[in-house]
């Protein structure tokens, strides 16, 4: 958690900022997608592919820029000594853009269509699941000029995991862990398809969110339970994160 309750209430801002942002994003992918034709699926997810990806690139730029002002907002409102520039990340090439959207849309689509649904449920399906990668590609670009900032911060020690306030499993269990800190290699966003999820800036005196030492709480408590009655015998790491999405899901 920030030092200071300005540095918290930038923090809270940010992420409503992102995900009006991916709001925005949305409804604009939601007009988009009239392009495309089940009918005529080649040519027409091509079409809707060139627009999405300029959306795309755009909104990442967006999303960067969103995460470069709360950088340096919240740098200042916690007192950081010194100065660090945000550090803005370029936006993902476009053929990676259309080759990602269309993995999934064109996949998303078809496995429909062969389940036997509708041509209307198949599109229907295949927005969402582009909706999904679009949006993990836009918000991407705050979430990396984050993780980029704070690494060229000397006195950053990582960030912390903000969830959007409904974080799937894996968030939370990713968020109940605590800071990523930068000093080890291993620290990157890791976020999925429609992830909500941003990240606060950790300093030193900098405390956990209220929310991650609750999930972590959670989190520990789920294991503690599924010990006891033998769900984790096969000792694999997806044994915890199920016993931990039981958890959440009982709102225990
Ligand atoms: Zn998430």
Same mark, same amino acid.
């Given at each position: 958690?920030?030092?200071?309750?300005?540095?918290?209430?930038?923090?809270?801002?940010?992420?409503?900022?992102?995900?009006?942002?991916?709001?925005?994003?949305?409804?604009?992918?939601?007009?988009? /997608?009239?392009?495309?034709?089940?009918?005529?699926?080649?040519?027409?997810?091509?079409?809707?592919?060139?627009?999405?990806?300029?959306?795309?690139?755009? %909104?990442?730029?967006?999303?960067?820029?969103?995460?470069?002002?709360?950088?340096?907002?919240?740098?200042?409102?916690?007192?950081?000594?010194?100065?660090?520039?945000?550090?803005?990340?370029?936006?993902?090439?476009?053929? =990676?853009?259309?080759?990602?959207?269309? =993995?999934?849309?064109?996949?998303?689509?078809?496995?429909?269509?062969?389940?036997?649904?509708?041509?209307?449920?198949?599109?229907?399906?295949?927005?969402?699941?582009?909706?999904?990668?679009?949006?993990?590609?836009?918000?991407?670009?705050?979430?990396?000029?984050?993780?980029?900032?704070?690494?060229?911060? %000397?006195?950053?020690?990582? /960030?912390?995991?903000?969830?959007?306030?409904?974080?799937?499993?894996?968030?939370?269990?990713?968020?109940?862990?605590?800071?990523?800190?930068?000093?080890?290699?291993? *620290?990157?966003?890791?976020?999925?398809?429609?992830?909500?999820?941003?990240?606060?800036?950790?300093?030193?005196?900098?405390?956990? =969110?209220?929310?991650?030492?609750?999930?972590?709480?959670? /989190?520990?408590?789920?294991?503690?339970?599924? *010990?006891?009655?033998?769900?984790?015998?096969?000792?694999?790491?997806?044994?915890?994160?199920?016993?931990?999405?039981?958890?959440?899901?009982?709102?225990?």
């Amino acid at each position: 958690m920030a030092r200071t309750i300005a540095g918290a209430q930038l923090t809270v801002a940010h992420r409503q900022a992102q995900l009006a942002l991916r709001a925005d994003v949305l409804a604009d992918l939601t007009r988009l /997608w009239t392009l495309f034709d089940a009918g005529d699926l080649e040519a027409t997810f091509t079409r809707f592919a060139a627009a999405a990806e300029i959306l795309i690139r755009q %909104r990442h730029g967006d999303s960067a820029g969103l995460a470069a002002a709360y950088f340096e907002r919240f740098r200042s409102a916690e007192g950081v000594d010194g100065t660090a520039a945000a550090q803005l990340v370029d936006p993902p090439p476009p053929v =990676l853009v259309r080759e990602t959207l269309r =993995l999934v849309g064109v996949n998303g689509v078809t496995t429909a269509a062969q389940a036997g649904l509708s041509p209307a449920q198949a599109s229907r399906r295949g927005l969402v699941r582009v909706a999904g990668a679009a949006t993990r590609l836009v918000l991407g670009g705050g979430r990396n000029t984050l993780a980029a900032s704070v690494r060229r911060d %000397r006195e950053a020690e990582g /960030w912390q995991r903000v969830t959007d306030g409904s974080p799937c499993a894996f968030c939370a269990m990713v968020a109940s862990r605590g800071p990523a800190y930068t000093s080890q290699r291993t *620290a990157r966003f890791e976020a999925h398809d429609h992830c909500g999820c941003s990240a606060e800036p950790y300093y030193r005196g900098s405390r956990t =969110l209220a929310t991650n030492a609750r999930l972590a709480e959670a /989190w520990e408590v789920a294991q503690r339970q599924a *010990a006891d009655t033998g769900e984790l015998s096969r000792g694999t790491s997806n044994d915890a994160l199920n016993a931990f999405r039981r958890h959440l899901a009982g709102g225990q």
